[in-house]
């Protein structure tokens, strides 16, 4: 196993007691009486744009493949990655800053990271409480924060991350959305994850989970989505490209589910996607969240 510069970690749930297939990177996190399983979305766009700029970057799900937390450890020996990014939700919380505290120590030369949304909205607790050894969380969507720690830049000099530092916590102020063409996250699951272990059910299986819009313009007051750092979406043709490349490298995926915040936003937008969708002949089915107040001409296309 080669050495690496990036390590994605979706870690098994183990602590305090063994939970399989919890589904870390869901709305709501849990083990479902369905079998949900969703694919770490976000780590493995790190990944994507880790791979973009020349890094060697790999992510393990523990979950979806049964790893335990010693397997891991065995693969980070192997490894040595500069960085390991770790995934965290509320449910996980003890279990994913414990094993996360469990790494540093035991692989110092490695730089550990939280990121998720329960980190994201409570980064001092997190590494105050939780967190003695690992010193940085990086909040809402991680991908520069995950890139300009890989180049080195100072903490102080990173957007997007709160961090220890002499015993207090700082927080930068919030990253950047991403701009321009996004890599494709479908070709980091070809490559590295197996998609036949993921499972939706209101979705055509094998699914594959995207994104083509990041954060979202409205304010639900109980949404855990991350909306403060603005919106973005991805050029369309971009995300038509994405989705030939799906169709043409992986062939027996039957449907994409998009992961955005809430789908429709900008109702032109939407029908300007499905019609580019129809016209360049993509067959793959589509399911999405996305709030109600939706005109009939809309989701006549959508359909
Ligand atoms: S529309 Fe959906 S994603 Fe956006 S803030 Fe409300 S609940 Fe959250």
């Known amino acids: 196993m080669e050495e690496l510069d990036l390590l994605c970690l979706n870690l098994p749930y183990e602590r305090p007691y063994i939970l399989k297939n919890f589904s870390r990177s869901s709305r709501s996190p849990c083990v479902t009486r369905g079998g949900t399983i969703y694919e770490p979305l976000y780590l493995a766009m790190a990944v994507a744009f880790a791979q973009r700029e020349g890094y060697r970057a790999r992510i393990i799900d523990a ?24 995934d965290t939700s509320t449910p996980s919380i003890y279990n994913d800053t414990s094993m996360a505290e469990e790494l540093k120590s035991e692989f110092p030369k490695s730089e550990v990271i939280l990121v998720g949304r329960h980190v994201t909205y409570a980064p001092k607790e997190t ?11 990086a909040r809402n969507y991680f991908y520069q924060q995950v890139l300009d720690l890989l180049e080195g830049k100072e903490l102080n000099k990173i957007k997007g991350i709160s961090y220890r530092e002499d015993g207090k916590v700082k927080h930068n102020p919030p990253a950047d959305m991403p701009k321009g063409e996004f890599p494709f996250v479908s070709k980091v699951y070809k490559e ?112």
Request: proline share 3%; net charge positive; hydrophobic share 40%.
């Open 63 to 86: 979950v979806a493949d049964d790893i335990s937390f010693e397997q891991v450890k065995r693969i980070v020996r192997k490894t040595e990655p500069r960085l390991i990014v770790i």
């Open 192 to 303: 590295q994850l197996d998609l036949r272990k993921y499972f939706y059910a209101s979705t055509k299986y094998p699914y594959l989970l995207m994104n083509w819009q990041w954060g979202c313009q409205y304010s639900c007051s109980f949404c855990n989505e991350y909306r403060k750092g603005g919106y973005f979406a991805r050029p369309i043709e971009n995300v038509i490209e994405e989705l030939k490349y799906i169709e043409r490298e992986l062939p027996w995926v039957k449907s994409v589910l998009w992961d955005d915040p809430t789908f429709v936003m900008d109702e032109g937008k939407v029908q300007e996607l499905c019609n580019r969708i129809i016209d360049a002949g993509i067959k793959l089915s589509f399911g999405c969240a996305t709030r109600a107040n939706i005109s009939l001409e809309t989701l006549k296309i959508m359909k």
């Open 127 to 137: 590494l105050t409480r939780f967190c003695k050894r690992v010193k940085i969380v």
